[in-house]
């Protein structure tokens, strides 16, 4: 069945960039958006934006315009997430999720990004 | 942006019995070209991803027990569970999958007593 495995922790200092990938398998990866959620302790779910793995078309958040950037491989089945300009607020954890019929499934099992100087 | 709005934050419910989770969104969330209303409802489970439950605000997701099912149209929602078991304590999160950005209640923490 489809699966999402997403690459490790990552500790970055302020005003730097991250990188995080999420490899799919288990499903035609062209076939559907693959979104972009974080979550910080005690916070609601963020949305972040998603990719059109097909066509490599992206819509992003308001919140991260200018900041953020996914990009797929197609023949490596995995979407990348970038963030720069990263400030102690991005100290979170990352997923990806793919859409689903309706909602978002499967979901990565998560990338912690520290941000500390 | 569109505001979703849980309640209660938590409750308690005692084993086999019914729990029910409110979701409200700011604006409604239903497309009437296709009939559909834009929401999803996951359950998260400490050091988990969530799990997608229900969408389309009433159709199950493969594999979900029949236990839970979701109601509701345009703006008002809902998430019941019946005959609670143990393995349902979790913090449970709406989600509005109607525009951009797609936005998330504050999530509601289920204990089961």
């Known amino acids: 069945q489809a699966q999402l495995v997403q690459s490790g922790s990552e500790v970055k200092k302020p005003g730097a960039s991250v990188k995080v990938s999420c490899k799919a398998s288990?499903?035609?990866?062209?076939?559907?958006?693959m979104h972009w959620v974080r979550q910080a302790p005690g916070q609601r779910l963020e949305w972040i934006g998603w990719i059109n793995p097909g066509k490599g078309d992206t819509k992003y958040s308001q919140n991260f315009q200018g900041r953020v950037t996914i990009t797929r491989d197609t023949a490596a089945n995995t979407v990348y997430m970038e963030l720069s300009s990263l400030r102690s607020e991005d100290t979170t954890l990352y997923y990806c999720?793919?859409?689903?019929?309706?909602?978002?499934?499967?979901w990565g099992q998560g990338t912690q990004v520290t941000v500390s100087s | 942006d569109i505001v979703m709005t849980q309640s209660p934050d938590s409750l308690a419910v005692s084993l086999g019995e019914r729990a029910t989770i409110n979701c409200k969104s700011s604006q409604s969330i239903f497309y009437s070209s296709n009939n559909k209303n834009y929401l999803a409802w996951y359950q998260q489970k400490p050091g988990q991803p969530p799990k997608l439950l229900i969408y389309w605000a009433s159709a199950r997701e493969s594999g979900v027990p029949d236990r839970f099912s979701g109601s509701g149209s345009g703006t008002d929602f809902s998430l019941t569970i019946r005959s609670l078991q143990a393995e349902d304590a979790a913090v449970y999160y709406c989600?509005?999958?109607?525009?951009?950005?797609?936005?998330f209640g504050q999530g509601t923490r289920l204990e089961i007593k």
């Open positions: 989600q509005q999958y109607y525009s951009a950005p797609y936005t």
């Open positions: 288990g499903y035609i990866f062209t076939n559907y958006l």
């Open positions: 999720a793919r859409a689903n019929e309706g909602g978002f499934a499967p």
